[in-house]
């Protein structure tokens, strides 16, 4: 492998991924999380197409104070993190690589935010809103994961 391949490879893998092996039924801990997190976002109107028209035609606060909240709670989580060298519940090190910006992220929040603002969607909610019965969200998913398709066949080529 080329020094320049070897780094894309590096870059690839995930710094914290975990090499203990679980039974099938621990992942049902995710499940129970992921539909209490749905709930959530279903009684704070989160998935809710009018509200993110609001947002996008800066008409309400809503989903401004709930995305503010969440990148907050996201800086001190990763504050907290890093402070006191937290580990997984399974004694595992937590580490943040470090980030460097390129033009790409722009073309690419664009691109996500162009389509949040179309579908009234984004990845997160996908699955509340078909858990409530939007069942046209389903093209949404099928678009984003084809989406995520594309970027991965197609990565090597672009500039990063």
Known sequence: MTKEKDIRHQDSICANESHL????????????VGILFGIVFVKAEIISWFRIQEMFRLQSFHMYGVIG????TGMISVWLIKKFKIKTIYGEKISIAPKTFNKGQIYGGLIFGFGWAITGA?????????????FAVIIT??????GTWVYGYFRDKLPH
């Open 21 to 32: 092996q679980h039974k099938w039924y621990h992942n049902l801990k995710y499940l129970i």
């Open 69 to 72: 909240s969440a990148v907050l």
């Open 122 to 134: 984004c990845p997160g909610p996908l699955f509340a809103q078909i858990g409530t019965g939007a």
């Open 141 to 146: 998913l099928v678009s984003a994961v084809f």
